[in-house]
T-cell receptor, first 113, second 113 residues
Framework: GENVEQHPSTLSVQEGDSAVIKCTYS??????FPWYKQELGKRPQLIID?????GEKKDQRIAVTLNKTAKHFSLHITETQPEDSAVYFC????????????FGRGTSLIVHP | EPEVTQTPSHQVTQMGQEVILRCVPI?????FYWYRQILGQKVEFLVS????????KSEIFDDQFSVERPDGSNFTLKIRSTKLEDSAMYFC???????????FGPGTRLTVT
């Protein structure tokens, strides 16, 4: 089955800096990659997703890049703010005949004011 | 903005008992999901449900688990003969279409003693 590795487990940055979280996956059939933000004690919320037919997607301060050859994808947050502090999860799944997402272990992002 | 709701917010049960976790998906959504998150760990997919039947399930979703849409609004997860290791946060989610954004509920914290 799919295996998703996520690094780092903890990331501490100063407000205004950029943050990068990386994930690798094992199943070359995976072609849908969502990212979720989970604030402490709250529900996961989709922040951005990417499908394998594109290499990059941006939404304001958030971007995701995908390298299908290397089987890795990354989340980039620019101009970080304290409210970006949360746990971020990546996930990978096949989007063809089945949708069984495999999540990474999460990255705790701490943005210091 | 419509939200997924879940009840109860916290359920305490004794080992061996049956529990039913309830979810009300967003009203015009067609796809429903259950996930679990053991404290401090990653989110794990359990099952997806569409057109009144299970469309996908993970290895975790064994005979101990079942799902049902008993009426036009509720979506339930039943866990028979609970075990200590079933203690986790259980999230329900719904989406309007296959692989469109999934909206998560606030979760039910299940504690098995």
């Amino acid at each position: 089955g799919e295996n998703v590795e996520q690094h780092p487990s903890t990331l501490s940055v100063q407000e205004g800096d950029s943050a990068v979280i990386k994930c690798t996956y094992s199943d070359s059939a995976s072609n849908y990659f969502p990212w979720y933000k989970q604030e402490l004690g709250k529900r996961p919320q989709l922040i951005i997703d990417i499908r394998s037919n594109v290499g990059e997607k941006k939404d304001q301060r958030i971007a995701v890049t995908l390298n299908k050859t290397a089987k890795h994808f990354s989340l980039h947050i620019t101009e970080t703010q304290p409210e970006d502090s949360a746990v971020y999860f990546c996930a990978a799944s096949e989007s063809g005949g089945s949708y069984i997402p495999t999540f990474g272990r999460g990255t705790s992002l701490i943005v210091h004011p | 903005e419509p939200e997924v709701t879940q009840t109860p917010s916290h359920q305490v049960t004794q080992m061996g008992q049956e529990v039913i976790l309830r979810c009300v998906p967003i009203s015009n959504h067609l796809y429903f999901y259950w996930y679990r998150q053991i404290l401090g760990q990653k989110v794990e997919f359990l099952v997806s449900f569409y057109n009144n039947e299970i469309s996908e399930k993970s290895e975790i979703f064994d005979d101990q688990f079942s799902v049902e849409r008993p009426d036009g609004s509720n979506f339930t997860l039943k866990i028979r003969s609970t075990k200590l290791e079933d203690s986790a946060m259980y999230f329900c989610a719904s989406s309007s279409d296959y692989l469109s954004e999934q909206y998560f509920g606030p979760g039910t914290r299940l504690t098995v003693t």
